[in-house]
């Protein structure tokens, strides 16, 4: 049988799992009562119980996806109208610092975001050159963060392949395996206390060979396909690679994780199984913007003391 790793999902939070602390090494564990070889220690794998769950059983968000460019179609008054169905707002990087934050101020939604390589996060116009992060949005470059309303767990990889001098926010492959190895505690932790590393990985750049180009600016990064590998996170989202014709497809299956690339945007429906099985039901959820104002009113007029 092949080795079944720590990184397995489990049940619950430890349970079925009864693993032998003391002799926990890299060469073998004992993980459900039986032995196996442990090739590669940080390795995730999602169980067939958990890929197959039907479509009922699992936890849908609506999120919204940007990259690479300012989209008219997203940079206008009505979209809260036409998207008010949003859950979260993913940055794929390369957008300006405004645009995420209108995306923030008209959805009133958690917005998410990574660096692209050219930094255009940070760049506003009247700053006199000075860098800032776009307010009111998270910056989850290089981190492990978990969404407190829906309970989803991304992380980020931000920047793109070192071509230039020029841009600010490249890497070369040893770099990024470096920000890959800095994450690694956090998403095994999340795995043994979750049952789940994570559940949505955020770049700006593909993985190699994966929605990528030939040219070095546009080439994908190999560390990131063994990220997807180990840690077998349900999506992965980036921008980078600019596609014209829409007849190429931009989804691209690889292992256990569906590869999107979302440039200039996307309004994506995910499924999370995962996230069902391990979470609180979506319909408990309660976002802020959902309660009405005129309800909220009249439950304080209804809190008052009548005279």
Same mark, same amino acid.
């Given at each position: 049988?092949?080795?079944?790793?720590?990184?397995?999902?489990?049940?619950?939070?430890?349970? %079925? $799992?009864?693993?032998?602390?003391?002799?926990?090494?890299?060469?073998?564990?004992?993980?459900?009562?039986?032995? %196996?070889?442990?090739?590669?220690?940080?390795? /995730?794998?999602?169980?067939?119980? @958990?890929?197959?769950?039907?479509?009922?059983?699992?936890?849908?968000?609506? !999120?919204?996806? /940007? @990259?690479?460019?300012?989209?008219?179609? !997203?940079?206008? *008054? @009505?979209? &809260?109208?036409?998207?008010?169905?949003?859950?979260?707002?993913?940055?794929?990087?390369?957008?300006?610092?405004?645009?995420?934050?209108?995306?923030?101020?008209?959805?009133?939604?958690?917005?998410?975001? /990574?660096?692209?390589?050219?930094?255009?996060?940070?760049?506003?116009?009247? #700053?006199?050159?000075?860098?800032?992060?776009?307010?009111?949005?998270?910056?989850?470059?290089?981190?492990?963060?978990?969404?407190?309303?829906?309970?989803? !767990?991304?992380?980020?990889?931000?920047?793109? *392949?070192?071509?230039?001098? &020029?841009?600010?926010?490249?890497?070369?492959?040893?770099?990024?395996?470096?920000?890959?190895?800095?994450?690694?505690?956090?998403?095994?932790?999340?795995?043994?206390?979750? %049952?789940?590393?994570?559940?949505?990985?955020?770049?700006?750049? *593909?993985?190699? +060979?994966?929605?990528?180009?030939?040219?070095?600016?546009?080439?994908?990064?190999?560390?990131?396909?063994?990220?997807?590998?180990?840690?077998?996170?349900?999506?992965?989202?980036?921008?980078?690679?600019?596609?014209? +014709?829409? @007849?190429?497809?931009? !989804?691209?299956?690889?292992?256990?994780?569906?590869?999107?690339?979302?440039?200039?945007?996307?309004?994506? +429906?995910? #499924?999370?199984? &995962?996230?069902?099985?391990?979470?609180?039901? $979506?319909?408990?959820?309660?976002?802020?913007?959902?309660?009405?104002?005129?309800? &909220?009113?009249?439950?304080?007029?209804?809190?008052?003391?009548?005279?």
């Amino acid at each position: 049988m092949e080795w079944p790793d720590l990184c397995r999902p489990l049940h619950g939070s430890m349970q %079925g $799992a009864a693993i032998r602390w003391e002799s926990l090494r890299y060469d073998s564990i004992w993980c459900d009562g039986e032995r %196996g070889r442990l090739t590669y220690p940080f390795r /995730v794998r999602s169980s067939a119980a @958990s890929r197959n769950l039907p479509k009922d059983h699992c936890m849908k968000l609506t !999120i919204l996806a /940007v @990259s690479d460019e300012v989209d008219q179609r !997203i940079y206008s *008054p @009505s979209l &809260r109208e036409r998207m008010s169905d949003v859950t979260i707002v993913i940055g794929c990087g390369d957008v300006p610092a405004t645009y995420l934050e209108f995306l923030t101020d008209s959805l009133h939604k958690p917005v998410y975001y /990574v660096l692209g390589n050219h930094a255009e996060e940070l760049t506003r116009e009247g #700053a006199r050159g000075f860098p800032r992060l776009p307010e009111g949005c998270t910056n989850v470059s290089g981190t492990v963060v978990t969404d407190p309303l829906s309970g989803l !767990i991304i992380a980020g990889l931000p920047g793109s *392949p070192r071509y230039s001098e &020029r841009e600010p926010v490249q890497y070369t492959e040893w770099q990024m395996w470096m920000m890959i190895v800095r994450m690694a505690p956090r998403l095994i932790w999340n795995r043994i206390r979750k %049952g789940r590393a994570l559940d949505l990985l955020v770049t700006h750049s *593909p993985p190699r +060979d994966i929605n990528d180009e030939r040219d070095v600016a546009h080439r994908g990064f190999v560390a990131m396909r063994h990220f997807l590998q180990w840690f077998a996170p349900a999506y992965q989202l980036h921008g980078h690679i600019h596609v014209y +014709d829409r @007849s190429k497809s931009h !989804i691209t299956r690889h292992l256990d994780t569906e590869v999107i690339n979302i440039y200039p945007y996307q309004k994506l +429906d995910l #499924a999370f199984s &995962r996230l069902a099985r391990h979470e609180e039901p $979506a319909a408990s959820i309660r976002y802020p913007d959902r309660v009405a104002g005129p309800s &909220r009113e009249r439950s304080e007029m209804e809190a008052k003391p009548r005279p």
